[in-house]
T-cell receptor, first 111, second 114 residues
Framework: GQNIDQPTEMTATEGAIVQINCTYQ??????LFWYQQHAGEAPTFLSY????GLEEKGRFSSFLSRSKGYSYLLLKELQMKDSASYLC????????????FGDGTTLTVKP | DAGVTQSPTHLIKTRGQHVTLRCSPI?????VSWYQQVLGQGPQFIFQ???????GRGNFPDRFSARQFPNYSSELNVNALLLGDSALYLC?????????????FGQGTRLTVV
């Protein structure tokens, strides 16, 4: 089966750094995505990892360890607008159009 | 450039009714996937279509069906609506499948069944 775990909620302070973890157990693997979703809006793509290691994109970085079934999203220099839900998703290895999502981590950034 | 567009944005239906949701992918994208997102949960995969053929189906009852048209737009149909079908229905398009790039989501259709 497919199982993706991430913390339900996190709180951080504006300007700080926060790490959101994701662990997965899936029958297939063809990449891991992170999406940001503001309340009432659609998910927007943040990052994609298919090989082990760190991918950096501006204030956002994502790390993957396939052997450990583990990923994290690192957000630096937090801004109030970063308050949102962050979804971890694993893409199926036989169907690129299918991803299994975690239930999301609601991040609240406080002044 | 237009992103993924879905219609309608909001919809209220009565139990037992039928609903059709529509999605237009990004120009040039041939793959469309449908997801159901219940409040407080992550999106759950319903269907994927590529080149007008069904390429994947999630764990949803036969009341859910979909199709893709020659212009790559797609419809999701749900029959005999239940209260539990109330959710945000998301359409995602991607360039190719399998092994394609990231998916781009539409703004979703918020379906409420009363």
């Amino acid at each position: 089966g497919q199982n993706i775990d991430q913390p339900t909620e996190m709180t951080a302070t504006e300007g700080a750094i926060v790490q959101i973890n994701c662990t997965y157990q899936t029958s297939g693997f063809n990449g891991l995505f992170w999406y940001q979703q503001h309340a009432g809006e659609a998910p927007t793509f943040l990052s994609y990892n298919v090989l082990d290691g760190l991918e950096e994109k501006g204030r956002f970085s994502s790390f993957l360890s396939r052997s450990k079934g583990y990923s994290y999203l690192l957000l630096k220099e937090l801004q109030m607008k970063d308050s949102a839900s962050y979804l971890c998703a694993v893409r199926d290895d036989t169907n690129a159009g299918k991803s299994t999502f975690g239930d999301g981590t609601t991040l609240t950034v406080k002044p | 450039d237009a992103g993924v567009t879905q219609s309608p944005t909001h919809l209220i239906k009565t139990r037992g009714q039928h609903v059709t949701l529509r999605c237009s992918p990004i120009s040039g994208h041939k793959s469309v996937s449908w997801y159901q997102q219940v409040l407080g949960q992550g999106p759950q995969f319903i269907f994927q279509y590529y080149e007008k053929e069904e390429r994947g189906r999630g764990n949803f009852p036969d009341r859910f069906s979909a199709r893709q048209f020659p212009n790559y737009s797609s419809e999701l149909n749900v029959n005999a609506l239940l209260l539990g079908d109330s959710a945000l229905y998301l359409c995602a398009s991607s360039l190719v499948a399998p092994g394609g790039t990231e998916a781009f989501f539409g703004q979703g259709t918020r379906l409420t069944v009363v």
